[in-house]
């Protein structure tokens, strides 16, 4: 099984940033780890992906974050950040991270971010 933490969530006025970090353990198994990303869940809405890496360092971002929102880390290190900048009010949302491994996944239990004046 394979734990994943995030941190870093807040409050942040619009227009500010924030940065989340999320890193995996669990043995041997994090050196299987194919892909990390990052999603996130509004209240009454779908949770979304938002941003994530490959194992070859490729890099993936859903169109409302192109230009905002960067991934850093890699799947080696079982470490994925996700540097916020821009944030708009539609941004809140419990944001996850994600580890997927080629027999299964893993999920975060969610750092809220909140983004109001």
């Known amino acids: 099984q394979v734990q994943v933490t995030e941190s870093g969530g807040g409050l942040v006025q619009p227009g500010g940033s924030l940065r989340l970090s999320c890193s995996a353990s669990g043995s041997r198994r994090i050196l299987s780890i194919t892909a990390m990303a990052w999603y996130r869940q509004a209240p009454g809405k779908e949770r979304e992906f938002v941003g994530g890496?490959?194992?070859?360092?490729?890099?993936k971002y859903a169109d409302s974050v192109k230009g905002r929102f960067a991934v850093s880390g890699n799947t080696a290190m079982a470490a994925l950040d996700l540097q916020m900048n821009s944030l708009k009010p539609e941004d809140t949302a419990v944001y996850y991270c994600?580890?997927?491994?080629?027999?299964?996944?893993?999920w975060g239990q969610g750092t809220q971010v909140t983004v109001s004046p």
């Open positions: 890496i490959v194992s070859n360092g490729a890099t």
């Open positions: 994600n580890v997927k491994i080629p027999w299964g996944e893993s």
